[in-house]
């Protein structure tokens, strides 16, 4: 079982920048990779960006150029940096992990204003 807790979240200006961490604990191990995705107000959970275990990544198009995911100095910790926010990119943003099993944390919320 792997538990996820994601911060960093809160309200930025337009063209401002973030930095969210997902620190896992439990059976991290097991990790295969790591990942975060949003959901904004009526819409479904999408996609933001992966990381492998190898360093291997992938993007949203609408984040690519702007958003960098990266693991952290711990090993069970992974980064989403937020450069040039957009009004667009406000939602409740989840850490995901896959290995034995998938999980998710509770998500952390980002407000973009105009």
């Known amino acids: 079982q792997v538990q996820l807790v994601e911060s960093g979240g809160g309200l930025v200006q337009a063209g401002g920048s973030l930095r969210l961490s997902c620190v896992a604990s439990?059976?991290?191990?097991?990790?295969?990779?790591m990942g975060w995705y949003r959901q904004a107000l009526g819409k479904q959970r999408e996609l933001v960006a992966i990381i492998t275990n190898s360093g291997n990544t992938n993007y949203a198009n609408s984040v690519k150029c702007r958003f960098t995911i990266s693991r952290g100095n711990a090993k069970n910790t992974v980064n989403l940096q937020m450069n040039s926010l957009k009004p667009e990119d406000t939602a409740v943003y989840f850490c995901n992990a896959r290995g034995v099993e998938t999980s998710w944390g509770q998500g952390t919320q980002v407000t973009v204003s105009s």
């Open positions: 439990g059976n991290i191990f097991m990790i295969n990779l």
